[in-house]
């Protein structure tokens, strides 16, 4: 419960697909409280209106511009190719961002030390990966390895630019299957909607060139499952996340909504649990 003396912070919402959405309202209807919410953006007009409707239309929709203008804090969960222009508003107008897009840093990693430079707080929410926190604990003593094995259905992947550039075709999968091998950052290039995590998990280790991806394709498979191992003088991280879809659609982690509405409410409390 946010006191009358503690600041309500006002959020601007950036993408309105799925995780915009979910944390859109759970502002809206008091479940996260700390915010208000005033305005929504999306590059496309019509999604920003429809999520406005649902919010009975006490939300504007507003050019991006504007809306970075007038917020304390944004939300970014657009796509790789948009978040990079996004962040650089968001810190040329010194205003705090919470981005989902973190695939977008593989072109742009100068926006975190530009970020850094000009005191603008940019949080990465782990996304539908656990084990991130013991990950930076463990960096203090010095990482050696960090590799990632993600495991999701085949219809999970499909469209993948990895896939198409090689005429690729997962329908004949018929049990687990290694589709990939290499680096977060071929990796994100090759799976620029599935890849995310291994980029969240970069950052939070041994960079990008350093981090070790497998992806599988598992007809089997119910749960999309995230295996982070990660070694070094401390002794060895091993985690494993299965998670569910999104119940509204099965392209999205239903971890990944929790993720985001959990760093908001931890940037609104005055306790920090964790790492």
Do not use: W
């Not at 926190?133 to 390895?145: F, I, M, V």
């Not at 687990?176 to 998990?201: C, D, H, K, S, W």
């Amino acid at each position: 419960m946010i006191s009358e003396k503690e600041q309500v912070m006002k959020i601007g919402i950036i993408g309105c697909g799925t995780i915009g959405a979910e944390v859109a309202k759970a502002i809206f209807t008091g479940t996260l409280p700390g915010y208000v919410l005033c305005g929504l953006h999306d590059l496309k007009e019509g999604q920003a209106a429809s999520l406005s409707r649902q919010l009975n239309g006490g939300v504007p929709v507003s050019s991006l511009e504007p809306l970075v203008g007038i917020s304390d804090i944004l939300f970014e969960a657009t796509a790789k190719a948009a978040m990079p222009d996004i962040v650089e508003r968001a810190i040329h107008y010194r205003k705090a961002i919470v981005t989902m897009s973190v695939g977008g840093f593989v072109d742009r990693p100068d926006l975190i030390e530009s970020a850094q430079a000009r005191g603008v707080h940019l949080y990465l929410p782990s996304g539908a990966l656990g084990g991130i926190d013991a990950l930076l604990a463990g960096k203090e003593a010095g990482l050696n390895h960090v590799t990632l094995t993600t495991t999701k259905h085949p219809r999970s992947l499909h469209g993948a630019p990895y896939l198409a550039n090689r005429n690729m075709t997962l329908d004949g999968v018929d049990k687990p299957t290694v589709i990939f091998t290499g680096t977060a950052r071929e990796a994100i290039e090759g799976f620029p909607a599935n890849a995310n995590v291994a980029i969240t998990l970069s950052l939070a280790g041994i960079g990008m060139d350093r981090t070790g991806v497998q992806i599988i394709a598992d007809p089997e498979c119910k749960r999309t499952k995230q295996e982070v191992v990660a070694e070094g003088p401390f002794g060895v991280i091993r985690t494993v996340t299965e998670g569910i879809v999104a119940p509204h659609n099965p392209r999205t982690g239903y971890l990944a909504i929790l993720s985001a509405i959990a760093v908001l409410r931890r940037i609104a409390s005055s306790t920090r649990i964790g790492t």
